[in-house]
């Protein structure tokens, strides 16, 4: 599984962070850290400090706030998720047909008014 951030991806200057190269098994290790780090125990997940994610030009931290506002960055290498636990539940729902079967479609992990999306992609495309 790689992670990577795309600048500038259409011509409203939207932004991506993608989870992307990964097969059901690890699509099934990535729902069981978001579920057991941030919705059990309530703590922030750093995607750097997982063994099968690789970090290409980014690096995104998961973490529950009391408020929905996506992903966030000052400087475009450190990224924050900052989502409530009801959005966090969803994404869960939103990667279940990935952890059932080796797809290539892809989904986006929110749905937030926000410039920077949270891509979720076997093989990278959206």
Same mark, same amino acid.
């Given at each position: /599984? ?26 099934? $290790? ?14 922030? %997940? @750093?995607? !750097? ?7 290409? =030009?980014? =690096? %995104? ?12 960055? !000052? @400087?475009?290498?450190?990224? $924050? ?5 009801? +959005?966090? /539940?969803? /994404?869960?729902?939103? /990667?279940?047909?990935?952890?059932? +079967?080796?797809?290539?479609? &892809?989904? &986006?992990? &929110?749905?937030?008014? +926000? ?5 979720? !992609? ?5």
């Amino acid at each position: /599984m790689k992670l990577d951030f795309i600048d500038n991806i259409n011509e409203f200057g939207e932004n991506v962070v993608r989870l992307y190269d990964f097969d059901k098994e690890e699509a099934v $290790h990535f729902r069981d850290l978001i579920l057991h780090t941030i919705i059990e125990r309530k703590q922030r %997940l @750093d995607l !750097s400090k997982i063994d099968f994610i690789e970090p290409r =030009n980014c =690096n %995104l931290i998961l973490g529950l706030f009391k408020t929905d506002e996506g992903i966030l960055s !000052s @400087d475009n290498k450190i990224f $924050h998720c900052a989502l409530t636990l009801d +959005n966090y /539940m969803n /994404m869960l729902k939103l /990667m279940e047909p990935f952890c059932l +079967n080796n797809t290539k479609g &892809y989904q &986006y992990l &929110y749905d937030i008014d +926000n410039p920077t999306d949270f891509l979720f !992609s076997p093989a990278g495309t959206w």
